[in-house]
Protein backbone atom coordinates (compact mmCIF):
# COMPACT_ATOMS: atom_id res chain seq x y z
CA UNK A 1 0.00 0.00 0.00
CA UNK A 2 2.36 2.75 0.74
CA UNK A 3 4.49 1.67 -2.10
CA UNK A 4 1.90 2.91 -4.49
CA UNK A 5 1.51 6.06 -2.50
CA UNK A 6 5.62 7.23 -2.64
CA UNK A 7 4.83 9.14 -5.89
CA UNK A 8 2.46 11.10 -4.46
CA UNK A 9 4.36 11.26 -1.10
CA UNK A 10 7.19 13.24 -3.25
CA UNK A 11 5.17 16.11 -3.69
CA UNK A 12 2.32 16.30 -1.00
CA UNK A 13 1.67 14.93 2.54
CA UNK A 14 -1.43 12.18 2.56
CA UNK A 15 -3.41 12.38 5.31
CA UNK A 16 -5.36 8.37 5.84
CA UNK A 17 -8.05 7.52 8.00
CA UNK A 18 -9.07 4.23 8.80
CA UNK A 19 -13.06 3.60 10.36
CA UNK A 20 -14.31 0.54 11.71
CA UNK A 21 -18.02 0.76 10.44
CA UNK A 22 -19.90 -2.85 11.60
CA UNK A 23 -17.87 -5.48 9.83
CA UNK A 24 -15.88 -3.26 7.33
CA UNK A 25 -13.09 -0.52 7.33
CA UNK A 26 -13.12 2.50 5.66
CA UNK A 27 -10.31 4.17 4.69
CA UNK A 28 -9.52 7.59 3.64
CA UNK A 29 -6.46 8.89 1.70
CA UNK A 30 -6.96 13.06 1.91
CA UNK A 31 -3.83 14.90 -0.39
CA UNK A 32 -3.25 18.18 1.30
CA UNK A 33 -2.74 21.33 -0.16
CA UNK A 34 1.38 22.01 -0.56
CA UNK A 35 0.83 26.21 -1.33
CA UNK A 36 -2.27 28.63 -1.04
CA UNK A 37 -4.34 29.11 -4.31
CA UNK A 38 -3.47 25.64 -5.32
CA UNK A 39 -6.22 23.94 -7.44
CA UNK A 40 -9.43 22.32 -5.24
CA UNK A 41 -9.32 19.01 -7.60
CA UNK A 42 -5.62 18.08 -6.25
CA UNK A 43 -6.92 17.87 -2.51
CA UNK A 44 -9.54 15.75 -3.64
CA UNK A 45 -10.16 12.68 -1.40
CA UNK A 46 -10.18 9.07 -2.05
CA UNK A 47 -12.33 6.93 0.19
CA UNK A 48 -12.70 3.16 0.37
CA UNK A 49 -15.24 0.91 2.35
CA UNK A 50 -14.65 -2.79 2.28
CA UNK A 51 -13.94 -5.71 4.43
CA UNK A 52 -10.31 -5.96 5.66
CA UNK A 53 -9.24 -9.13 3.72
CA UNK A 54 -10.68 -7.13 0.54
CA UNK A 55 -9.01 -3.96 1.00
CA UNK A 56 -5.82 -6.20 1.87
CA UNK A 57 -6.37 -7.69 -1.67
CA UNK A 58 -7.83 -4.62 -3.55
CA UNK A 59 -6.37 -1.26 -1.67
CA UNK A 60 -3.05 -0.77 -3.43
CA UNK A 61 -3.75 -1.34 -6.95
CA UNK A 62 -6.87 1.45 -6.73
CA UNK A 63 -3.83 3.69 -4.94
CA UNK A 64 -1.58 3.28 -7.68
CA UNK A 65 -4.19 4.20 -10.12
CA UNK A 66 -5.61 6.93 -7.73
CA UNK A 67 -1.67 8.43 -7.70
CA UNK A 68 -1.44 8.24 -11.26
CA UNK A 69 -4.21 9.71 -12.07
CA UNK A 70 -3.34 12.71 -9.47
CA UNK A 71 -0.28 13.19 -11.05
CA UNK A 72 -1.63 13.56 -14.78
CA UNK A 73 -4.21 15.87 -13.08
CA UNK A 74 -1.36 17.76 -11.51
CA UNK A 75 1.27 18.02 -14.63
CA UNK A 76 -1.81 18.73 -16.78
CA UNK A 77 -3.06 21.77 -14.51
CA UNK A 78 0.76 22.81 -14.68
CA UNK A 79 1.28 22.56 -18.33
CA UNK A 80 -2.22 24.66 -18.55
CA UNK A 81 -1.41 27.17 -16.12
CA UNK A 82 1.96 27.77 -18.14
CA UNK A 83 0.30 28.04 -21.48
CA UNK A 84 -2.08 31.00 -20.26
CA UNK A 85 0.51 32.45 -18.31
CA UNK A 86 2.38 32.72 -22.15
CA UNK A 87 -0.21 33.91 -23.85
CA UNK A 88 -1.08 36.81 -21.17
CA UNK A 89 2.72 37.46 -21.61
CA UNK A 90 2.57 37.88 -25.33
CA UNK A 91 -0.75 39.42 -25.26
CA UNK A 92 0.55 42.10 -22.79
CA UNK A 93 3.71 43.04 -25.10
CA UNK A 94 1.51 42.94 -28.26
CA UNK A 95 -0.32 45.31 -26.42
CA UNK A 96 2.73 47.52 -25.27
CA UNK A 97 4.21 47.35 -28.67
CA UNK A 98 0.92 48.50 -30.65
CA UNK A 99 1.13 51.76 -27.97
CA UNK A 100 4.64 52.12 -28.71
CA UNK A 101 4.12 52.85 -32.70
CA UNK A 102 3.62 55.93 -33.27
CA UNK A 103 0.24 57.00 -35.56
CA UNK A 104 2.05 59.25 -37.71
CA UNK A 105 1.08 57.14 -40.82
CA UNK A 106 -2.47 58.18 -40.36
CA UNK A 107 -1.65 62.12 -40.30
CA UNK A 108 1.15 62.33 -42.96
CA UNK A 109 -0.04 62.90 -46.41
CA UNK A 110 2.47 62.02 -49.04
CA UNK A 111 4.31 64.80 -50.66
CA UNK A 112 2.42 65.79 -54.25
CA UNK A 113 -0.74 64.30 -52.59
CA UNK A 114 -4.15 66.37 -52.59
CA UNK A 115 -5.28 67.33 -49.39
CA UNK A 116 -8.75 65.79 -48.64
CA UNK A 117 -11.57 67.26 -50.24
CA UNK A 118 -13.91 69.17 -47.51
CA UNK A 119 -16.47 69.66 -49.67
CA UNK A 120 -17.73 65.83 -49.44
CA UNK A 121 -18.22 66.89 -45.29
CA UNK A 122 -20.70 69.91 -46.28
CA UNK A 123 -22.94 67.49 -48.47
CA UNK A 124 -23.14 64.41 -46.35
CA UNK A 125 -26.56 64.70 -44.77
CA UNK A 126 -26.42 65.14 -41.14
CA UNK A 127 -29.11 63.59 -38.13
CA UNK A 128 -28.98 66.74 -36.27
CA UNK A 129 -28.94 68.85 -39.09
CA UNK A 130 -31.38 71.59 -38.17
CA UNK A 131 -35.03 70.63 -39.93
CA UNK A 132 -36.95 73.39 -42.29
CA UNK A 133 -39.16 75.12 -41.30
CA UNK A 134 -42.96 75.09 -42.68
CA UNK A 135 -45.51 78.15 -42.07
CA UNK A 136 -47.91 75.32 -40.56
CA UNK A 137 -47.68 75.08 -36.41
CA UNK A 138 -46.55 71.33 -35.64
CA UNK A 139 -49.63 69.27 -34.75
CA UNK A 140 -50.44 69.30 -30.88
CA UNK A 141 -51.33 65.95 -29.52
CA UNK A 142 -54.41 65.64 -26.89
CA UNK A 143 -54.30 63.72 -23.76
CA UNK A 144 -56.41 61.14 -25.31
CA UNK A 145 -54.96 59.82 -27.92
CA UNK A 146 -51.92 57.36 -27.25
CA UNK A 147 -54.71 55.93 -24.87
CA UNK A 148 -56.47 52.44 -25.70
CA UNK A 149 -59.84 51.76 -23.96
CA UNK A 150 -60.44 49.18 -21.71
CA UNK A 151 -62.12 46.03 -22.34
Known sequence: MFVELMPLLKERTLLITVARLDEKLK?????????????????????????????????GKYLASYVESHLQLGS?????????????????????????????????????????????AATTPSLFAPQPTSAEPPAQTTAEEGRTAAP
Open 76 to 120: TLAAAKAEMDAAAKAARQKTKTSQQTPRSDQTLHKEGAPPLATSA
Open 27 to 59: VNVIPTKTKDGEDQALTTPLSFTASAEELDAEL
